[in-house]
């Protein structure tokens, strides 16, 4: 038996898609974490860009709040009862022009952990 779920986009705005599984799986070229079949909706300003574009940025992190997807909200794709929530995550500055400088920033500074990387998250529970 096939069930049908109906979901929503969980945003509002402008947004990108990036590794869709549309294009492969898993999707970011591992199943850990449940990314097979993961879809990376990036958030973008009215130009069409996901970051600061200075000359700068490919050289020093840039605070979070320069982000366009910085403090937008969020929302459940499904109807449902949220079963639980991990948040906390510190928001750290970003090198939107060199990803290996940002990984390893955060390495230093969060001791490698995981959690620190993925950031919040939370579940929810159908009804």
């Given at each position: 038996m096939t069930v049908t779920l109906d979901m929503a986009y969980p945003f509002t705005g402008r947004w990108l898609v990036q590794n869709?599984?549309?294009n492969r799986v898993p999707s970011h070229g591992t199943p850990q974490f449940a990314?097979?079949?993961?879809?990376?909706?990036?958030?973008?300003?009215d130009s069409g860009h996901?970051?600061?574009?200075?000359?700068?940025?490919?050289?020093?992190?840039e605070p979070p709040e320069k982000f366009p997807g910085f403090g937008r909200t969020l929302l459940s794709p499904v109807d449902g009862t949220v079963v639980t929530v991990h948040d906390g995550e510190r928001d750290h500055p970003a090198y939107p022009g060199a990803a290996v400088g940002w990984i390893r920033a955060d390495a230093a500074?969060?001791?490698?952990r995981w959690m620190g990387v993925l950031g919040g998250k939370s579940c929810c529970d159908r009804d």
């Open positions: 869709s599984p549309g990314s097979s079949y993961a879809i990376d909706f990036v958030p973008v300003d996901s970051a600061p574009l200075t000359l700068g940025a490919f050289v020093r992190p500074t969060t001791g490698c």
